[in-house]
């Protein structure tokens, strides 16, 4: 039995995430892979629940006045939950849509945090080593203009946790600029981050252009 590839997609918040994980699924199993895929939060989960009662501010407390590592720790609580029963070798490749990385950029750069260190380091120890969740072989970073992501989140329709409104992190422009440049940032320190260029002339490419990116950088830094 082989060792399960481990394939995260991250982007600010309506970067196309979701739609680009499907587009990556489809193709595998064309190929013959068997490929399983999980999203993160679990809304439907104890611990999902409670970051997204968080991310919308229900019980009183929003996600962006918790401090950085308290919010962290629910979101690895999370993944920790999810993982409890999973065996690597099951599949070729696991998909997943949000992972680490989103964590240690979501929690470094809210208003609360800005004079605060840097939580990367905290997450990685936190989640890859205490928790012991399968570490990733490449992070699938999905570059997008703020102002075009903004547009697609209420594109998106109906959510479990906000119905049809954005939440507390989605609202704030100002934090999702912020949250793109730690991306590079990061990009930067973190030999496997791929960073995909979805725009173009001030444009977002098409669904197809970017599947076609993702895939050709996944197959030429022989992720697959």
């Known amino acids: 039995m082989g060792r399960t590839a481990v394939i995260a997609f991250e982007g600010i918040d309506g970067s196309g995430k979701t739609v680009q994980m499907h587009h990556l699924e489809r193709s595998l199993k064309k190929r013959g892979m068997l490929v399983d895929s999980m999203s993160f939060p679990m ?102 203009d703020v102002e075009d992501a903004g547009e697609n989140v209420y594109r998106k329709g109906y959510r479990e946790y906000t119905g049809l409104e954005k939440d507390v992190y989605e609202a704030q422009s100002s934090l999702q600029r912020r949250a793109r440049a730690k991306y590079l940032e990061y990009a930067k320190l973190l030999n496997n981050v791929h960073v995909i260029p979805c725009m173009q002339d001030g444009r977002m490419k098409s669904e197809q252009e970017i599947a076609m990116l993702v895939e050709e950088d996944l197959i030429r830094t022989g992720i697959l």
Not at 110 to 132: A, M, Q, T
């Open 43 to 144: 809304y439907g989960t104890f611990f999902g629940r409670e970051v997204g009662n968080y991310l919308t501010g229900h019980d009183g407390v929003a996600a962006c006045d918790v401090d950085g590592k308290s919010m962290a720790l629910w979101f690895a609580l999370d993944r920790f939950e999810a993982f409890q029963n999973y065996r690597d070798g099951e599949a070729d490749v696991l998909l997943i849509n949000r992972y680490v990385l989103s964590n240690a950029v979501y929690q470094s750069i809210r208003d609360c945090d800005l004079d605060k260190p840097d939580i990367l380091d905290f997450v990685l120890e936190l989640e890859y080593n205490h928790f012991g969740i399968p570490i990733v072989d490449a992070h699938v970073y999905l570059d997008v």
